[in-house]
């Protein structure tokens, strides 16, 4: 172990070492502009939410001050439903970028208003957005690489190895201690930044121990596998070589083939499917004989049964109906796509014991709440407010309740703070 | 205080030290001459736990080094060929790295004693030792086997990059430690130095020893003549 001495010495050598500072100072530069971007990111995130808040709720005024038919009112009524970012969320954006995080929802058809939105930029979801999780599970091992790769064999070269050795009063002196000051310097100088943006941004202590916890982990990981490396007695060039094809395995190539086995192994149907699936059966709905949207809907819904005849031409509640008709047609991809989805996540978080880069960057996802599992309990929360739009509307709609002021204030809102553990929810298809 | 007993020494496969015996006294300065590849530094380097002997063993104040490399190497001050200390630091933080290191506190003054003592210039000791010849940083290695303080010094090549004075300084200061009760063993392919600054002279050829010179009671060197023509003989060329 390391002594005072033994700190107090390396850290003074360390402070006169200019390669090694300049890797330290590049840790904080990345970790500090990703931390930064997140920081963007999610300020931006919470603008677009304030301005949609603002404007859902008086295009919802204009849409009451006008129409004064139930069947109009579900109808031009859109309703905001969004996950807010959560505190911690800046640290690793996640499925942020890859999945949606706000729906502009009507009473209509859910499954399609579901996937019919895309990201942002689809790109992103090749290349991943420039977060604190990627510096610390991708840009972190190679600066500790850097900083570590030369440690016995840069001395080797310069003809002093045998000098330090018998200098050292311990065997394991000074190696040891210089490559832990080293890659704690260096978890320094990337949880820093981390912990100065979470404390501004109000993340809990908690989260922000824990992820300081994954980034040493992780960096401890390849400090190992450095030490690992450095006891072949190669060159140093031989080194540098060796550790960035490891890093190149780990951080690239195995987690592209486990993505690829993932893939392979558990196919899903695309969100267009579903989406276009679900228009064909709405739109065909309009030339088929009413009862055969009706009775499948009275399968799901026997409540409304008595008030299924449709005698006009077009009636509002045969309108909803083929709308509730059409998720039902497509809840069993739906209910695939999103089963899937929860599947090549497990498995998925399974493998990524053999990839470090990619368990701490999934790992920091979970801290933050982005990865697969909060969107899909994301989309749970839209079916299950849709669901509370359905009950409030069909009653109205169906009995022909009389429009009043009073009844529109019953209404159910979306609360976007309600929010469940960011673990996998249950899988349910198309709420009734 | 230092032995090696039959000791062969295997690198890359190749034996390089074969059956090789000497016993050091204390206070007694040995020197092994040879040409290069002779096997010289691998011997110091078995001494420093470095290396493994194949077959027999070596010994540090009586005890095998292998299975006591730490406390073998606290009794030993290294001075390693053409030593590079660190070129960002300066003298001074060289020499209070490696006696940290090394687990000793020593003082500004002691410092500049033992720099005073291989006559390194004082306006040079606060210079980074990347502007340093090969000679001073010599001079400072020299200074810090000198401020380890132990009773056994092994030294490399310890003139190489030396000009005629400080090695005639160094000779005296080798000489001075063995008065002062330090063991010496230093390697080398200087004929004239060794002669000079050694009690005892083995030749070392293809890592066997192939002849043994001693001083003389009442000389203050070894024949330089007899041990040339030993070296010439068995090596071939003198370096």
Redesign the interface.
């Known amino acids: 172990m390391i002594g005072v001495?033994g700190l107090s010495?390396e850290v003074?050598?360390l402070a006169?070492?200019?390669a090694a500072l300049l890797w330290l100072g590049i840790a904080v530069l990345i970790a500090g502009v990703s931390v930064a971007l997140g920081l963007r990111e999610i300020a931006s995130q919470h603008a677009v939410l304030d301005d949609l808040r603002a404007s859902d709720q008086a295009e919802r005024e204009v849409v009451t001050d006008l129409y004064r038919d139930w069947g109009d009112v579900a109808y031009y009524t859109f309703h905001l439903t969004y996950d807010p970012p959560a505190d911690f969320a800046f640290a690793a954006l996640g499925q942020r970028d890859i999945s949606p995080w706000k729906h502009n929802i009507r009473a209509l058809a859910l499954e399609g208003q579901i996937y019919e939105t895309d990201a942002q930029n689809p790109d992103f979801a090749l290349i991943g957005r420039f977060d604190f999780a990627f510096a610390a599970s991708l840009l972190a091992p190679l600066l500790l690489i850097l900083l570590l790769h030369d440690l016995r064999s840069g001395e080797r070269a310069?003809?002093?190895f045998?000098?330090?050795?018998?200098?050292?009063?311990?065997?394991g002196?000074?190696w040891f201690a210089r490559a832990a000051l080293r890659t704690g310097a260096l978890a320094l100088c990337l949880i820093a930044p981390l912990w100065i943006g979470g404390l501004s941004s109000g993340s809990g202590v908690s989260k922000l121990a824990l992820a300081s916890l994954v980034v040493a982990l992780h960096i401890v990981f390849w400090w190992v596998v450095c030490a690992l490396v450095d006891r072949a007695g190669w060159s140093s060039p031989v080194n540098l070589t060796a550790l960035v094809g490891v890093w190149l395995a780990l951080a690239v190539v195995v987690p592209t083939a486990i993505k690829v086995w993932v893939e392979a192994a558990v196919p899903l149907p695309d969100g267009g499917e579903i989406m276009l699936t679900q228009r064909e059966a709405v739109n065909d709905a309009w030339d088929l004989p009413k009862p055969a949207t009706m009775t499948p809907f009275i399968e799901r819904h026997p409540e409304w049964a008595d008030y299924v005849e449709v005698r006009q031409p077009f009636e509002w509640k045969w309108y909803y109906a083929f709308q509730q008709v059409g998720d039902q047609t497509v809840a069993p991809l739906s209910l695939a796509y999103r089963d899937g989805r929860a599947r090549r996540d497990r498995l998925a978080g399974s493998l990524a014991w053999l990839a470090p880069p990619a368990l701490a960057e999934r790992s920091l996802q979970a801290i933050a709440g982005t990865g697969v599992a909060a969107s899909l309990a994301y989309e749970q929360r839209v079916r299950d407010f849709h669901s509370a739009l359905r009950n409030y509307y069909y009653p109205r709609l169906f009995r022909e309740e009389p429009f009043t002021e009073a009844s529109v204030a019953s209404r159910p809102e979306f609360d976007a703070l309600k929010r469940p553990e960011a673990t996998t929810p249950p899988l349910r298809g198309t709420p009734p | 205080m230092l032995a090696a007993r039959s000791l062969s020494v295997e690198r890359s496969g190749r034996k390089v030290v074969r059956d090789v015996s000497f016993n050091i006294q204390a206070g007694e300065v040995h020197a092994l001459l040879g040409g290069n590849g002779a096997g010289k530094s691998t011997t110091l380097l078995t001494f420093l736990g470095f290396l493994q002997p194949s077959s027999g063993s070596v010994e540090v104040r009586g005890l095998e080094v292998n299975g006591n490399v730490e406390a073998a190497r606290r009794a030993i001050a290294y001075l390693p060929e053409a030593a590079s200390l660190y070129g960002h630091l300066n003298a001074f933080e060289n020499l209070r790295y490696f006696l940290s290191l090394a687990g000793a506190d020593t003082s500004r003054k002691e410092l500049d004693a033992a720099l005073d003592s291989v006559a390194l210039q004082a306006d040079a000791r606060g210079m980074r030792m990347r502007t340093y010849s090969k000679g001073m940083r010599q001079k400072v290695a020299i200074a810090l086997a000198i401020l380890r303080n132990t009773p056994i010094l092994l030294l490399d090549e310890p003139t190489s990059g030396l000009d005629p004075v400080a090695i005639d300084e160094f000779n005296r200061l080798v000489r001075d430690l063995a008065g002062a009760g330090r063991t010496i063993l230093l390697v080398t392919h200087d004929v004239y130095g060794a002669c000079h600054v050694a009690d005892r002279i083995d030749l070392l050829q293809n890592g066997a020893l192939v002849g043994a010179f001693e001083r003389p009671a009442g000389m203050d060197r070894i024949d330089t003549e007899a041990v040339h023509a030993a070296f010439a003989r068995h090596a071939g060329a003198i370096q």
Request: avoid cysteine.
């Open positions: 001495n010495r003074g050598f006169r070492d200019r310069a003809g002093r045998e000098l330090l050795g018998a200098t050292a009063a311990s065997q002196s000074p």
